[in-house]
């Protein structure tokens, strides 16, 4: 049964990284935010957008929007960008972070000081006690036929309640970008295309998302998916009923 709760607010932070001084750059995860975040405010949210952005934006960009939740509010966090895990603990890289910080210097002694620490990030966002939580990490992303070392991977994180999270790949796999003329990267193209169903519970929303993308990519890259939520969550207004989806 959908719940009659109703939030104070919808409010959504997207961020989205293409070019990275000493990673592999990215193609298409700032139009993947971009497109995300327009979806969330064709919903209702207020949307907030950061591109490209260095380690100080972005940390102070996650803050502000942190600072901003109230009590009850609906949340959801959209990240494209590359991504990395160290001692279980889930990273996402800005513009500017370089692994290399100096000779002597070990990665994980300076990976506080130069990512984003996704657990701190939610976990302050559960301090303001929202109502939900959507974290959406479009991360660990190649690019088509790319050559090299091992791209940096995350992991799964421990459920949370009342918190539904979404990674654009498996555990221990990578995110590809489109490799044909796509307008987006995959997860974020059948997402927002399904974004735009009238009254659809998030979980099944994800649960179409997740065959679509394993399909169009050979089984090369799945979605995957913890739902901490205790009540179904709709999100598309009625005035929706017109569209369709491709």
């Known amino acids: 049964m959908a719940s009659s709760f109703t939030p104070k607010r919808k409010l959504c932070l997207s961020i989205g990284i293409n070019a990275y001084t000493h990673e592999q750059d990215l193609e298409r995860a700032v139009q993947d935010a971009k497109d995300v975040g327009d979806s969330f405010y064709s919903l209702g949210f207020k949307v907030t957008s950061k591109y490209d952005c260095k380690f100080d934006d972005f940390k102070k960009t996650v803050e502000d929007f942190v600072g901003n939740i109230t009590r009850n509010d609906i949340i959801a966090f959209y990240y494209a960008g590359h991504g990395k895990e160290l001692d279980d603990v889930n990273y996402l890289l800005p513009t500017d972070y370089n692994d290399k910080q100096g000779e002597g210097i070990k990665e994980v002694d300076s990976i506080e000081e130069h990512a984003i620490n996704v657990q701190k990030i939610l976990a302050n966002i559960h301090a303001k006690q929202p109502s939900v939580v959507i974290l959406l990490l479009d991360c660990c992303r ?105």
């Open 142 to 246: 190649v690019k088509p036929n790319s050559r090299g070392g091992d791209p940096p991977r995350i992991v799964t994180m421990e459920n949370s309640p009342q918190t539904f999270v979404a990674y654009s790949c498996a555990p221990g796999k990578i995110a590809l970008e489109n490799g044909k003329n796509s307008h987006n990267g995959y997860f974020a193209k059948y997402l927002v295309q399904h974004l735009r169903i009238p009254d659809i519970d998030f979980q099944l929303l994800m649960d179409r998302v997740i065959p679509c993308v394993q399909m169009e990519t050979n089984k090369k890259q799945v979605p995957y998916c913890t739902n901490g939520l205790s009540h179904e969550l709709q999100l598309t207004p009625k005035r929706f009923l017109g569209m369709t989806v491709q």
